[in-house]
């Protein structure tokens, strides 16, 4: 379990972390969802003790992650794969942060054989590919077989066939009753992945539930095609629905739910040609979400790393 | 806190990362060419031309010292190793694994300095010991020799190993406090070739008072089985070069606690 206790972060004149509070819970596979930029990475480093908290503080297992005697074996992690000498054998990378936790030398081969690199383990890492590292980077959180890990944007660099690894890889660590943080700021790649999630922008927080209930609650649209579009429009808007969209495949309403749009064409006298309920994608609710809280956002076209 | 075996396993760990990268073995190889290469190639200089030397150069001849030069070259190899062992985290990005993996810094520095002193240490004093012993046997029967049955000898040449160790700490803290391997490397050397140069500047009665403070002068001290004129004896020298280790150590350990470890700057 981790626990991020109205955590503030700031560096010189920005504030990262704007007083964060929420807790990450054994068993599921928590997502991590914010644009670039909106303090994940700073937030997970905090958790693992490398920068200090401004205000407020985090915990794992009730500890903060500076106290853990033997971190390793508690909470793993992995924050950037290419954060390591690349002048070392993956073996001897391996081997060095099994010693520093007194893990036996065994779990090495382990491990390696688990992530698939065991062929490559005596060369050095600096030859490796961006997923061949990734692969490493998971074996390294494994190392210590924790209850508690935290990966900062696993997918980036995989091919297909890895993120689908990935994915069953971070489902099975959390069915073993693991405590699983996965951030991302791809929320395709969270809707598939993630049983429960955080929504942060711009260092503070903004939602959090599962999949299912962020795009539940999220305002849902109609497709209409009708007989009479005009006439139409002006009914919905008099009851008060919003068009969202108009052209001559049909109307995008909003504010009104299709059972109500169906009574009022009834009543109106328009002969209705679909009525089509349009569920909000995650992406389109993260989007509406964190609309104001994008750090780097190109102003054309809406958020950036959509 | 930490129990004792923790303190070994962070240790062992360092040693591991010590000896698997390349830098290191590269480092080791070039103190032991420079300190033994240079040694040969000066004592046999000595020996060819000892006929041309005049009465007063010869009276001041030192066989301690002179095969002892090269450890002065040998200075700026090991002070390589010592930033490297360091700043290679940062250029890396690994210092958040090893942060990670040992959080408490003190316990972290503590291993780190512990490995590269002993690591250091056995090849410093191995160096040395061969660089003294093959230039009393090229010198032997033309140039006068030492011998290490004289305690102020074994003193030289054990001291010219233990300022190469200081001398590779110091890089480390230099190292930790800049956390950048060129400019580490840069602060390092101009401190032992520059600021002797700045004192050169200076009035000749500060210049005296100025320059034996300076490292290299420490470490000519150190190695010498009778002061220099102008300079500490070997032990004061010893102590001040200690000093000014513990004090850099110290520094960069406060800055690195207070530190975010997560980005580079």
């Known amino acids: ?306 | 806190m930490a129990s004792e075996s923790t303190w070994t396993a962070s240790t062992q760990a360092e040693w591991i990362k010590f000896r698997t990268v390349r830098s290191s073995i590269m480092g080791v190889a070039v103190t032991v060419l420079l300190t033994v290469g240079l040694g040969v190639l000066i004592t046999t200089l000595i020996r060819t031309h000892w006929s041309q030397f005049g009465a007063l150069r010869i009276a001041t001849f030192d066989p301690v010292s002179s095969s002892l030069r090269g450890s002065l070259f040998a200075q700026f190899a090991v002070g390589v190793i010592g930033s490297l062992f360091i700043t290679s985290e940062y250029t890396t990005g690994s210092i958040r694994t090893t942060l990670t993996a040992v959080p408490n810094r003190l316990r972290l520095i503590a291993s780190k300095s512990i490995v590269l002193f002993f690591t250091i240490l056995i090849l410093g004093e191995f160096v040395c010991f061969a660089a003294f012993l093959i230039g009393q046997r090229i010198y032997l029967g033309v140039v006068p020799t030492a011998s290490l049955e004289n305690g102020t000898v074994l003193r030289s040449v054990i001291l010219a190993g233990l300022y190469l160790t200081l001398l590779a700490l110091f890089a480390f803290a230099l190292g930790l406090i800049l956390r950048h391997s060129a400019s580490t490397i840069s602060v390092y050397v101009s401190v032992l070739l520059i600021v002797p140069i700045i004192g050169l500047f200076f009035p000749q009665s500060w210049q005296n008072d100025f320059m034996r403070f300076e490292p290299s002068s420490l470490g000519i001290s150190m190695e010498s089985p009778f002061a220099p004129s102008n300079s500490f004896g070997a032990w004061s020298a010893t102590f001040i070069l200690l000093a000014y280790v513990v004090a850099t150590l110290a520094i960069a350990f406060v800055l690195f606690q207070r530190r975010d470890a997560g980005t580079n700057q």
């Open chain 1, 1 to 306: 379990m981790i626990k991020i206790d109205h955590l503030t972060k700031r560096y010189s004149d920005t504030l990262a972390v704007d007083d964060l509070d929420f807790e990450v819970k054994p068993g599921v596979v928590t997502g991590f969802l914010g644009p670039n930029g909106s303090g994940k990475s700073t937030t997970m480093r905090i958790i693992l003790g490398l920068d200090h908290a401004t205000k407020g503080q985090a915990t794992v297992n009730g500890t903060r992650y500076a106290e853990l005697r033997d971190p390793v074996r508690q909470v793993g992690a992995l924050l950037d794969a290419k954060a390591i000498h690349p002048g070392r054998t993956a073996r001897n990378h391996l081997r060095a942060l099994a010693a520093s936790n007194q893990i036996k030398k065994t779990r090495v081969d382990e491990v390696l054989d688990f992530v698939g690199i065991s062929a490559v383990a005596d060369k050095k890492v600096g030859t490796y590919s961006l997923g061949m590292s990734q692969r490493l980077g998971i074996a390294g959180a494994l190392l210590g077989d924790p209850g508690i890990l935290l990966f900062d944007e696993p997918v980036n660099g995989l091919d297909p066939e890895g993120i689908r690894w990935i994915r069953e890889f971070f489902r099975a660590l959390a069915n073993e009753g693991r405590t699983v943080f996965v951030s991302s700021h791809l929320m395709s790649e969270m809707a598939v992945s993630a049983d429960e999630i955080i929504v942060i922008g711009r260092g503070r927080f903004i939602t959090s539930g599962s999949v299912d209930d962020l795009t539940k609650n999220a305002e849902g649209t109609v497709l209409v095609r009708a007989s009479d579009h005009d006439k139409l429009a002006t009914v919905v808007a008099s009851n008060h629905g919003v068009v969202h969209d108009a052209n001559d495949d049909g109307l995008t309403i909003g504010g009104l739910t299709s059972d109500q749009i169906g009574q009022l064409a009834f009543d109106a006298g328009i002969a209705l040609f679909e009525l089509t309920p349009q569920r909000a994608s995650l992406e389109e609710v993260f989007m509406d979400l964190t609309a104001g809280a994008v750090e780097y956002g190109s102003h054309t076209t809406g958020p950036a790393n959509g």
